[in-house]
T-cell receptor, first 111, second 114 residues
Framework: SQQGEEDPQALSIQEGENATMNCSYK?????LQWYRQNSGRGLVHLIL?????REKHSGRLRVTLDTSKKSSSLLITASRAADTASYFC???????????FGKGTRLSVIA | IAGITQAPTSQILAAGRRMTLRCTQD?????MYWYRQDLGLGLRLIHY???????GKGEVPDGYSVSRANTDDFPLTLASAVPSQTSVYFC?????????????FGEGSRLTVL
């Protein structure tokens, strides 16, 4: 069964607005990662946050992690039409265990 | 350009036929993975390999087999395809020495079993 669950399943916003996606997970993690998938393409790694970190930034991306609530959020600021994609969270539980992905949030940014 | 190459890009297959999806990486990553992606179900792990010569089962391994004879190649075989194996298959790799689990994905193989 999947570890991470993204919320909402789909999100539609206007260009320039901020987009927030949430991820909840079930067990203790080593790190949590966010990936992006354009339609018909493979997933691309966006950002990684370790279990001892609470917030991380990369360009227009901001990720937070609350291990007490077993949740993470991905914020995309000043969204662009090119940000339209599906976004997935994935967790690494320990050591060499494979990533477990959620079902994703489908983001549509309308120009 | 370094990365992961998957083949074929797309394939239509009759039920009962054998099919091998190929995956090659040139990043010398020790770990490789096969996921399937289905609408509404996200990505589910089929099989993985932490290093050449070893393999492990993921969440949905039934009906699939893998081998890891060397570092670069990780083929996925469907011995006798069934319609429920219609899906998009993604191969991925990671450098476990980096201890992050970050995955690098191929562009996928779209398989339709009729």
């Amino acid at each position: 069964s999947q570890q991470g669950e993204e919320d909402p399943q789909a999100l539609s916003i206007q260009e320039g607005e901020n987009a927030t996606m949430n991820c909840s997970y079930k067990t203790s993690i080593n790190n949590l990662q966010w990936y992006r998938q354009n339609s018909g393409r493979g997933l691309v790694h966006l950002i990684l946050i370790r279990s001892n970190e609470r917030e991380k930034h990369s360009g227009r991306l901001r990720v937070t992690l609350d291990t007490s609530k077993k949740s993470s959020s991905l914020l995309i600021t000043a969204s662009r039409a090119a940000d339209t994609a599906s976004y997935f969270c994935a967790t690494v539980n320990s050591g060499n265990t494979p990533l477990v992905f959620g079902k994703g949030t489908r983001l549509s940014v309308i120009a | 350009i370094a990365g992961i190459t998957q083949a074929p890009t797309s394939q239509i297959l009759a039920a009962g036929r054998r099919m091998t999806l190929r995956c090659t990486q040139d990043m010398r990553h020790n770990a490789m993975y096969w996921y399937r992606q289905d609408l509404g179900l996200g990505l589910r792990l089929i099989h993985y390999s932490n290093t050449a010569g070893t393999t492990g089962k993921g969440e949905v391994p039934d009906g699939y087999s893998v081998s890891r004879a060397n570092t670069d190649d990780f083929p996925l075989t469907l011995a006798s395809a069934v319609p429920s194996q219609t899906s998009v298959y993604f191969c991925a790799s990671s450098d476990q020495g980096a201890n992050t689990g970050e995955l690098f994905f191929g562009e996928g193989s779209r398989l339709t079993v009729l």
